[in-house]
Each structure stands twice: as C-alpha cells, then as structure tokens.
C-alpha cells in the first residue's frame, strides 16, 4: 500500500473500485503452494498429472528407443498410483464458505 493510497484513504478519497472487495484470482504459485491443506480435489489433481507426466515419459521411452527415460517412468508411475490410492482414500471436499455464499 503505497503512501498515495494511505492519504487517500484517511481523507475520505473515493474511487471507483472502492466499497467492492476485489476478484481473487489466485496464481500458479498459490495453487501449487505445498503448505495448504490437502484436499481430494488437489490430491486427484496431483495425481493424474504424475500419471500424464509417467506416460509422455514413456512414448518419449518408446519412440527413441533408449532405456534412458525408463528410469523417470517407473517411479512416476509409483507416485501417480500412491496419489491416487490417498486421494481415494480422503474424505470428499466440503463446499467453500465463499461457494456456499454464492448459492
């Protein structure tokens, strides 16, 4: 908040956004932020991307004809089952408060 805000701010200034709570858009980095709390979605989400990730891997294995990318496959491969088994496993998601407002 930068000092023209903070005036305007003490000062009564208006402008035209204000009295309307702005549109949280979050970015990549808030999405792929490891500290929040794991959901089933972000889980499910975790895992098909590991089993994306294991089978480009392996048709890149299989078109070039070398071993050398057998070695990401397997435990890629290993990640995307072990995601999907814990995400089976979790408890459904719960509605947001802020989805919950809207309906």
Known sequence: MG?????RAREGGTDAGA????????GLASRL??????TRARTRNAAIAFAVASAVFAVLDLTTGSSGLRGAVIPLAILAVLWGVRA????????????RDRA
């Open 33 to 38: 932020n490891p500290i929040k709390v794991p």
């Open 3 to 7: 000092r023209r805000s903070r005036t």
């Open 88 to 99: 089976w496993t979790m408890p459904p998601d719960q509605p947001r408060e802020r989805d």
């Open 19 to 26: 009295g309307r709570a702005p549109e949280h858009r979050p």
